[in-house]
């Protein structure tokens, strides 16, 4: 299997799961133009309760140095923390946010890159969300918008390095399927948080 095709058979198997995250209520609000502030500050906070764990677990796991990857850049969690804490939250809030407890398994580098190829690939995404809220809410890139505008103007850049470690990383056929499965597993997982009511 070459490597072009395992970034097509992640694109292809898991574009239902996309589809599915994309259609969340408050992303749909987002492109609507309808979205609150304290919607957006609750869609925020349903990102870092799935992002949280699963960084501090990825950081933990044995192969995590040999990735190549770099959690000062490639962690989500702390632009979360900046975002809400710009949205009036406080530490103590932060630190109370629900945590989600059923997470993707990310134990071998294989389930890792299938986990980050949804997170990564978000940032994409997130320069579209980045430019349709500045336009009505009262944010900006710097301030309040810093996870959705993770890279900025390095978006495309980041992106190329991180498939570039994905496809150097992963080889065999078992490690395909498991990074495929741990993609789709993500995205399913994170529309299941996002869609379930934080207070139940």
């Not at 190829?117 to 980045?130: F, R």
């Not at 959705?148 to 978006?155: D, I, L, Q």
């Not at 990074?179 to 996002?194: N, Y």
Request: with cysteine; charged share 25%.
């Amino acid at each position: 299997m070459t490597a072009t095709t395992i970034m097509e058979r992640l694109k292809s198997e898991t574009a239902h799961y996309h589809r599915q995250v994309e259609q969340n209520p408050y992303a749909k609000a987002i492109m609507n133009q309808t979205v609150t502030i304290e919607e957006y500050k609750t869609y925020l906070e349903k990102f870092y309760g799935f992002l949280k764990p699963l960084e501090d677990q990825a950081v933990q796991q044995p192969f995590w140095g040999s990735t190549g990857l770099d959690i000062e850049i490639r962690g989500k969690a702390g632009l979360l923390e900046k975002d809400l804490r710009n949205l009036g939250a406080s530490e103590e809030e932060i630190t109370q946010l629900p945590l989600c407890k059923e997470l993707p398994d990310i134990s071998t580098p294989a389930r890792l890159f299938g986990y980050l190829y949804v997170i990564e690939g978000s940032t994409n995404g997130g320069q579209i969300m980045t430019k349709r809220l500045s336009q009505f809410l009262p944010i900006e890139a710097d301030r309040g918008l810093e996870y959705f505008n993770a890279y900025g103007s390095e978006t495309r850049t980041r992106w190329s390095e991180f498939t570039g470690l994905l496809q150097q990383s992963i080889s065999t056929p078992e490690d395909h399927d498991n990074m495929v499965h741990s993609a789709s597993e993500t995205f399913r997982l994170l529309d299941q948080w996002i869609n379930t009511d934080k207070d139940k």
